[in-house]
């Protein structure tokens, strides 16, 4: 079957860096998503990966082993408004996403 | 309403397989571009057309070739894929034959990924 697995929730400290993990199972693999979507609000695209290795765009990184099936999204500086849920989705042989649950990422003061 | 639309948005694809991706703008604009982004790059134009007609065909390999139906699409064809085409490829059109990236409306892009 296919499977997407990550934390259900995870606390970091405002200034800090946190790291999200996220394990996939696809039939066939054309890609790893990472969306941010804050409460009530649509997912928004953050980082797209299909070869190995960090892509970094600003604050965020992705990261990409297809061999081990695992993905990171890396946050830094963390702001207050980076509390939100952070969505890892997998892009299976026939192009259709596979949704993982999401992390809830609470930023304390 | 989007304005300049191109299909796929992600394309994984082998060496040596032939793919197209499709554009279309609901603008009325007159001139339609294909752009070629490699990672950390900017920009680089390969195709304007002007009502149907070719009027930029930057230095790109044979294996591409464009095809406007009529003004409001602009496809892109690819022969034999190459490791090295591997890049977002961005469609976008303007009211009017420019070259100025800040006068055109661009569509979200399509990564190709050649493996």
């Given at each position: 079957?296919?499977?997407?697995?990550?934390?259900t929730?995870?606390t970091?400290t405002?200034?800090?860096?946190?790291?999200?993990?996220?394990?996939?199972?696809?039939?066939?693999?054309?890609?790893?998503?990472?969306?941010?979507?804050?409460?009530?609000?649509?997912?928004?695209?953050l980082?797209?990966?299909?070869?190995?290795?960090?892509?970094?765009?600003?604050?965020?990184?992705?990261?990409?082993?297809?061999?081990?099936?695992?993905?990171?999204?890396?946050?830094?500086?963390?702001?207050?408004?980076?509390?939100?849920?952070?969505?890892?989705?997998?892009?299976?042989?026939?192009?259709?996403l596979?949704w993982?649950?999401?992390?809830?990422?609470?930023?304390?003061? | 309403?989007t304005?300049v639309s191109?299909?796929?948005?992600?394309?994984?694809?082998?060496?040596?397989?032939?793919?197209?991706?499709?554009?279309?703008?609901?603008?009325g604009?007159?001139?339609?571009?294909?752009?070629?982004?490699?990672?950390?790059k900017?920009?680089?134009?390969?195709?304007?057309y002007?009502?149907k007609?070719?009027?930029?065909?930057?230095?790109?390999?044979?294996?591409?070739?464009?095809k406007?139906?009529?003004?409001?699409?602009l496809?892109?064809?690819?022969n034999?894929?190459?490791?090295?085409?591997?890049?977002?490829y961005?469609?976008?059109?303007?009211?009017?034959?420019?070259?100025?990236?800040?006068?055109?409306?661009?569509?979200?892009?399509?990564?190709?990924?050649?493996?």
């Open positions: 079957g296919q499977n997407i697995d990550q934390p929730e995870m970091a405002e200034g800090a860096i946190v790291q999200i993990n996220c394990t996939y199972q696809t039939s066939g693999f054309n890609g790893l998503f990472w969306y941010q979507q804050h409460a009530g609000e649509a997912p928004t695209f980082s797209y990966n299909v070869l190995d290795g960090l892509e970094e765009k600003g604050r965020f990184s992705s990261f990409l082993s297809r061999s081990k099936g695992y993905s990171y999204l890396l946050l830094k500086e963390l702001q207050m408004k980076d509390s939100a849920s952070y969505l890892c989705a997998g892009l299976d042989s026939n192009y259709q596979i993982g649950a999401g992390t809830k990422l609470i930023i304390k003061p | 309403d304005a191109q299909t796929p948005k992600y394309l994984v694809t082998q060496m040596g397989n032939d793919k197209s991706i499709k554009c279309e703008q609901n603008l604009h007159d001139t339609m571009y294909w752009y070629k982004q490699d990672s950390k900017f920009l680089k134009i390969m195709f304007s002007n009502n007609e070719l009027i930029i065909n930057e230095t790109v390999p044979n294996r591409f070739s464009p406007s139906p009529d003004k409001a699409h496809n892109l064809h690819i034999s894929l190459e490791l090295g085409d591997s890049a977002v961005f469609c976008a059109s303007s009211p009017a034959t420019v070259r100025i990236m800040t006068e055109a409306f661009f569509g979200q892009g399509t990564r190709l990924t050649v493996v």
